[in-house]
Structure formats: structure tokens, C-alpha cells
């Protein structure tokens, strides 16, 4: 909540990374709400909720519902179906996947998921606002787990695969 971005902020602050009047204008930005409603005029959404379809599909059911039509919508997973997401929406040009990878506020790479309905142009704004956020977008085709996520499992793989075999000990792999 905004405890947590009052602190990563200022950890910034004190490394010298933002200034004082920075962190509060990023503060007097931000509002906390728990109510969709409050996105009716937002012309970008970015949802961030867990990991779970049914969930993330009705979260868009009823932004597309709220949000006027240039809205874009974007959601924030790792694994779920960008396309299935936007089947709910009368928008799917408008909806794109926007992978943060976790901690987002120091990792710069942003994971641009796109489905074959996502228009350039929706492409276009959130390549153009991942630079802006000083992230470094790649692109990835709607497919299970994308990219990250299925280079990371590889590599899971083959440390279990490593153990397994005896080439080191469970410490050292790790």
C-alpha cells in the first residue's frame, strides 16, 4: 500500500536517486482506492491482481464496463492468457499484457505481452511509457508463460536436473 511506496521512495531519497520534492510529487499523485469506480475517467489501467484468471476476468469485465472507450487496459502476469483476458472486453485492440518483474521499482525489465487482436497503436503507447518509466521492454507473443517466466523455468529445471545428477550440492546450486 502507500506505506510501502512512502518507504521504497524514500530509501530513494536518501541515496540520493530522487529529491525530497520528487517523492512528495510522486506521493500527491497517487490515490488508494478499492473501488473500480474510481477508474471511470483513467485513460491507462494497469491491473495488478494476483495470479488468478476468474479474478483478473472480472476485474476487466468491469473496467471495460467503466472506463471510456480509448482506455487501454493492461494487466500485470506472468503466465495468464492476455487473450482470454481481453475475450471478456469489447476493447481487445485496446488490452495488453504489462509484465513488471518483481521488485518492479529496481528491475528494468518490462515483459510487452501482445494477442493478435492488440492494435499498434496499443503496442506503441505502452513501449513509449515503459521507456519513459526507464524500463527495458521486450516483446513477447500471447504463449504460455511468455518469456521470462518460461526461460526461468528452464533454468529451474535444470538446477533439480544438476541436483539430481550429483554436479554440485543443493547449497551450491542454489
Known sequence: GLANITKILGKNVD???ISVDDRDAILGRIRITADLR??????????AAT?????????????????PDHTILATNTSSISI??????????????????MYPAQRMKLLEIITTPATSDETYQTVKSLALKMGKTP?????RPCFVTSRLIQTLINEAIFC???GVSSKEEID
Not at 484468471?53 to 472506463?67: M, P, Q, S, V
Not at 521486450?138 to 500471447?142: F, L
Open 163 to 165: 541436483l539430481y545428477e
Open 138 to 142: 521486450i516483446t513477447a507473443t500471447d
Open 83 to 100: 487473450t482470454e483476458i481481453a475475450a471478456v472486453t469489447n476493447r481487445p485492440a485496446k488490452v495488453i499484457g504489462m509484465h513488471f
Open 38 to 47: 474510481d477508474m471511470a475517467d483513467a485513460d491507462f489501467v494497469v491491473e
Open 15 to 17: 541515496k540520493g536517486r
Open 51 to 67: 495470479e488468478n484468471a476468474i479474478l483478473k476476468k472480472e476485474i476487466f469485465r468491469e473496467l471495460d464496463a467503466l472506463c
